[in-house]
C-alpha cells in the first residue's frame, strides 16, 4: 500500500477558515448583484468563489440560490459548505441538517453535519452522523476516515484502525485529497495528522511491512505526535523493538 503524502490538509475532511480581515476584504472588492441570476447561475458563481476561498461571496450566492430553489438539498448543502469555511459554524449546521432533510439518503449533508459537530470537539455526536453517512454509502473512503477520528477522539481505537484501514483499503490517498469545490467536507488538523500517521503505522506493522510501518513513524513524528513510545509498549510493533531503525527513529525509553 502506498503511504500517503500530506501535501495541504486532510482526513478524510479539511477546513479553511478565513479570518474576519479577509472577509471584511473581500466584501470590500466585490459588489455581488444576484437578482437578476438563475439558480444554477448563482451555484455555479458560488463554486467559483469556494475554490477562490471568497467565502463572504459564496455565501451570497449560496443564499440567493437557495431563495430562488427552496427544495434544493444540493444548494443547502454547498451553503453550509461555504458557511462552515467562513467559521460559521451553527449556520453551517442548519444547512446541512436542512438538506439532509430534504433528502435523507444525501450522505454527504449527514457527513457534513458530523464534521461541524467534530470541529466542535462533540465527538460522540460526530460519530453518530459519520455512522448515517457510512450506512447510507459505504463504499466512500472520506466517511470511514472520519469515523475513525471520531473514535480516536474517544479513545475508541480499535475501532478508529478498523475504519481507518477500510477507507485506506477504498483510497490509498484518502488523507491526500483537497476539496474546494465538491460537496463533502473533510475534517482534519495538523493533530489529526500525527494520530492517522501513528495509526497508519500500527496497521502496517501488524501487516508486518515494516519498511512502511517506520514511514508512517517517522510522519507521526514530523508531525508532532505525543506518545510515539508507546511502540515500544504496543504489542503490534513487537516485531521492530530489536530494530536499529526504530531505535534511531525513537530512542527506546531508558530503564528506570
Given at each position: 500500500m502506498r503511504v500517503p503524502r500530506w501535501t495541504?490538509?486532510?482526513?478524510a475532511i479539511a477546513l479553511a477558515f478565513a479570518g474576519r480581515a479577509l472577509i471584511a476584504g473581500q466584501a470590500e472588492q466585490r459588489v455581488v448583484d444576484t437578482k437578476s441570476m438563475t439558480a444554477a447561475e448563482l451555484e455555479k458563481a458560488g463554486d467559483t468563489c469556494r475554490a477562490e476561498k471568497d467565502y463572504v461571496h459564496a455565501i451570497q450566492y449560496f443564499q440567493e440560490a437557495v431563495r430562488k430553489d427552496k427544495k434544493s438539498s444540493m444548494l443547502h448543502n454547498k451553503l453550509g459548505?461555504?458557511?462552515?469555511?467562513?467559521?460559521?459554524?451553527?449556520q453551517a449546521r442548519v444547512d446541512f441538517e436542512k438538506a439532509a432533510k430534504l433528502n435523507p439518503k444525501f450522505a454527504d449533508a449527514l457527513n457534513n453535519v458530523g464534521a461541524v459537530y467534530y470541529i466542535q470537539k462533540k465527538l460522540d455526536f460526530a460519530a453518530t452522523y459519520f455512522q448515517k453517512a457510512v450506512a447510507l454509502d459505504e463504499a466512500r473512503a472520506t466517511f470511514h476516515a472520519n469515523l475513525g477520528a471520531a473514535w480516536f477522539g474517544q479513545k475508541k481505537f480499535d475501532r478508529a484502525v478498523g475504519e481507518y484501514t477500510r477507507a485506506l483499503e477504498l483510497d490509498p490517498d484518502v488523507m491526500e485529497h483537497q476539496n474546494r469545490v465538491g460537496v463533502t467536507a473533510q475534517i482534519g488538523n495538523t493533530e489529526d495528522q500525527a494520530r492517522f500517521y501513528y495509526m497508519l503505522a500500527k496497521i502496517h506493522a501488524k501487516r508486518g511491512d515494516a519498511d512502511a510501518c517506520l514511514r508512517c513513524l517517522r510522519m507521526a513524528k514530523e508531525k508532532g505526535y505525543r506518545d510515539l513510545r508507546n511502540v515500544y509498549k504496543e504489542e503490534e510493533f513487537s516485531r521492530l523493538w530489536d530494530d536499529a531503525r526504530l531505535a534511531e527513529l525513537i530512542p527506546r525509553p531508558v530503564a528506570k
Open positions: 495541504a490538509i486532510v482526513l459548505l461555504a458557511e462552515l469555511q467562513a467559521g460559521r459554524m451553527k
